[in-house]
């Protein structure tokens, strides 16, 4: 005779959400809230005040992506090889000093170093985290955990602006002191990383670390190699978020307007990446990741067709459903076609190759600017629509992870 079951209890978390995961979505939220108080203005420091080219701001975010793509491959090998929590706390950190050297910048190489310091703690981090993310969560839950952990990440992009535009307006327009204000969050998040726990850091009965063997590239499935050639293909198109904002201001938005636009699509990002995960854990993730790519070609042929400023607050908002549909499920479908073992390695490379493809098109992009940057946003949009159609055909040929 069988014994009835018994109901889950009424308010007890879902498996999915471990401890590290909620640690780590507090710590994401507090860097990302220094990062996006001075993103937005960033481009307007750089050639407004600095006297920069849009070239330059171009480059500065693609060399910025390069060297974080080098970090990122070697973090995640470290990763399935060592304890992850003094990869993600030095990864941190780093971002804290570039946070730090921008405020101190008065020309713009020193910005230069800012960034790429930033980007390097950024990609000393992600692949270690991310694999911490999934510790012990099924694959069919993972959609979930990486579209929380990409909601409070862009919760504070949403939380940061916001702050920033306040202080702008009540500082006299200087935008100096929202850089120094920025390192505040940026230090806490660092703190907070004590918080994380490391399984791996745990003992065997004879008192030896426990450590995973490395992962050499040729062992990772044949799906995700293919799945990797889709996505890097597209991010030789994705440039940097910067000449974004950068034509919102050439079209006539204020400073602060610039800042307002740019909260809002955070918002909307923010709102969205948790249903979006969560649908990708019961839809293939190819076909979730398909409909963000339909968002990025509105985002980018709406901010090249248009002419005046007020549609940039409909563009950038829309805008904002490619990276709902696409970080977080991205990671999701990476993590989901290989053994945990290989976490890190997976996640490492996926990351650092992609980051490279931003890095061409950082430059591409910012070299073919001209004017307006009307022809890099078309072309990008254009292409983008087109993969979009690969994708279902990669569902149906059974690469896609559930």
């Known amino acids: ?30 860097q990302d809230a220094a990062s996006e108080l001075l993103y937005p203005i960033l481009p307007i420091f750089l050639t407004v005040v600095l006297g920069a080219p849009p070239a330059v701001v171009g480059a500065i975010e693609g060399l910025a992506e390069g060297a974080a793509s080098i970090t990122k491959v070697a973090a995640g090998r470290l990763a399935d090889r060592f304890d992850r929590r003094p990869l993600i706390g030095v990864g941190y950190g780093l971002a804290a000093v570039g946070k730090l050297l921008i405020a101190l910048a008065t020309a713009w190489p020193l910005v230069l170093l800012a960034r790429v310091t930033d980007r390097l703690g950024k990609g000393m981090r992600g692949a270690p985290r991310d694999a911490l993310l999934v510790e012990g969560v099924p694959k069919e839950q993972r959609g979930r955990v990486f579209g929380l952990h990409r909601a409070a990440d862009t919760a504070g992009a949403v939380v940061g602006p916001l702050v920033g535009l306040v202080l702008y307006e009540a500082l006299d327009h200087r935008l100096r002191p929202l850089f120094w204000v920025a390192v505040i969050p940026a230090v806490a998040s660092v703190a907070l990383v004590a918080a994380v726990r490391d399984p791996r850091s745990r003992k065997t009965a004879d008192g030896t670390p426990t450590k995973a063997v490395r992962t050499p590239w040729r062992s990772l499935p044949r799906p995700y190699w293919r799945v990797l050639g889709v996505l890097l293909a597209f991010n030789l198109v994705n440039f940097p978020d910067a000449l974004l904002l950068l034509r919102a201001h050439d079209l006539g938005l204020s400073t602060a307007g610039v800042v307002g636009a740019y909260a809002v699509y955070n918002l909307v990002y923010a709102a969205l990446s948790y249903p979006a995960g969560a649908l990708s854990d019961r839809l293939p993730r190819p076909l979730v990741f398909a409909a963000g790519l339909v968002f990025f070609a509105t985002g980018y042929l709406g901010l090249g067709l248009i002419h005046t400023s007020w549609p940039v607050f409909v563009v950038l908002p829309l805008y904002g459903g490619f990276a709902a549909c696409t970080d977080g499920v991205g990671k999701a479908w990476i993590s989901a076609l290989v053994p945990d073992r290989q976490q890190g390695t997976a996640q490492g490379l996926f990351q650092g190759a992609t980051g490279a493809a931003v890095l061409l098109a950082g430059v591409w992009a910012g070299l073919a600017w001209g004017a307006d940057g009307r022809l890099p946003l078309l072309v990008s949009g254009g292409i983008a629509l087109a993969l979009a159609g690969v994708l279902p055909v990669i569902a149906r040929a059974r690469t896609a992870a559930r």
């Open 1 to 30: 005779m069988t014994e009835p079951t018994t109901p889950p209890q009424a308010g007890r978390r879902p498996a999915w959400l471990t401890r590290n995961v909620k640690v780590l979505c507090g710590v994401s939220f507090l």
